[in-house]
Each structure stands twice: as structure tokens, then as C-alpha cells.
């Protein structure tokens, strides 16, 4: 599945933005998603997963609380909702497709996915 992120851009701390993870002509409805980050000098991380069973979703502490996925309802779509954003949120971030349907134990290893967008930058910045 080729996967396209958008929304990303810059802005001030404090601030929103909402992070676009889209599969043009297939449904983003077999796996989970979940979305990555990458800053300069640093491993890609794991931030939030959605499952495709109920929607449920699962957030790494460093997002949880700030962060909101969601689907839409044609499901060929994945939304990240940023809101208090930080400098430290500053990164490329990926949107994945895992081979399970679950965000269980597994979801933050990188090694389950196998389908990655090609990023969208965020800068978070005043």
C-alpha cells in the first residue's frame, strides 16, 4: 500500500496541526496505522497507533494527552491531531502500516510494518 502524509509545516509553540496519513485508491481498514517520528540525530519513535478492530488508539507518554487519532469515514484515512505542541515535537513524521490488527505490545517496533509514507516535516518553533 503506498501511503501519503500532509499537514505537516511550521509553527509556535503552544499551537495545533493535523497530521494527514492517506492511501490514494486503497482503504487504510485491513491493519493498524501508526505514526513515527524522526528528529535529526535520533531513532525513528513510535507515537500513537490506531487500531482497525474499534478504533481504539494507544499513544507513547511523550504525545499522550496532546495527540488524537482518528479515522474518517470513507476509512481511507488517518488523521493525527497535534494540539500543545513543543519544540521537542519537532521531527519528520511517518505514517506505517502494520501487519496486525491490533496496537497491541508489538506496535512500536519498527520491524512490523512494512508500508511507510514518505514523511511530512514539523516544526515546532517561535
Known amino acids: 500500500v503506498q501511503l501519503v502524509e500532509s499537514g505537516g509545516g511550521l509553527v509556535q509553540p503552544g499551537g495545533s496541526l493535523r497530521l494527514v496519513c492517506a492511501a490514494p485508491?486503497?482503504?487504510?481498514?485491513?491493519?493498524?496505522i501508526t505514526w513515527f517520528r524522526q528528529a535529526p540525530g535520533k531513532e525513528r519513535e513510535a507515537i500513537s497507533c490506531?487500531?482497525?478492530?474499534?478504533?481504539?488508539?494507544q499513544y507513547a507518554d511523550s504525545v499522550n494527552g496532546r495527540f488524537a487519532l482518528s479515522r474518517d469515514n470513507g476509512r481511507n484515512v488517518v488523521y493525527l491531531q497535534m494540539n500543545h505542541l513543543k519544540p521537542e515535537d519537532t521531527a519528520m513524521y511517518y505514517c506505517?502500516?502494520?501487519?496486525?490488527?491490533?496496537?497491541?505490545?508489538?506496535?512500536?517496533?519498527?520491524?512490523?510494518?512494512?508500508?511507510w509514507g514518505q514523511g511530512t516535516q514539523v516544526t515546532v518553533s517561535s
Open positions: 485508491g486503497s482503504i487504510l481498514d485491513t491493519a493498524r
Open positions: 506505517a502500516e502494520g501487519r496486525r490488527e491490533a496496537c497491541d505490545s508489538t506496535w512500536p517496533n519498527r520491524d512490523e510494518y512494512d508500508d
Open positions: 490506531i487500531t482497525t478492530l474499534d478504533d481504539s488508539s
